[in-house]
């Protein structure tokens, strides 16, 4: 019984894994780590990051579109954890791909930490 035990336990550690990471809907693609979050809105074109510790680093977001001889897009919401988050307007083409990137920093010109990246193709 235990190995039966600890297989089942191990499926629903998966099950709650893969609930926890939902797919991207059709609207948005969302990222987050533990200090900082940013999401894309399809059909608005709004990209958004907002610090979510007071740690004293700028969380920053970074959108590529997969467009040849364009560079990835990307946000730094600098004014601490609690405050406005930052934003800009991405319009990006049916059919791409585009990547959402989202990670802390200590300074403009600190070395990322705690990046996490999504994935889609826009319909």
Request: net charge neutral; glycine share 10%.
């Amino acid at each position: 019984m235990r190995t039966k035990h600890c297989f089942v336990t191990g499926a629903l550690a998966l099950l709650a894994f893969t609930a926890a990471q939902a797919p991207a809907s059709a609207a948005s693609l969302n990222v987050s780590n533990g200090g900082a979050t940013a999401s894309y809105n399809t059909a608005t074109g709004v990209l958004e990051v907002c610090d979510t510790a007071a740690d004293g680093k700028r969380a920053v977001a970074q959108l590529s579109t997969g467009t040849p001889g364009e560079s990835p897009v990307q946000v730094a919401d600098t004014d601490g954890a609690g405050n406005a988050c930052a934003r800009a307007t991405v319009r990006v083409s049916p059919g791409r791909t585009i990547t959402l990137s989202v990670w802390v920093q200590v300074g403009a010109e600190g070395t990322p930490e705690d990046k996490v990246s999504r994935r889609i193709v826009l319909a």
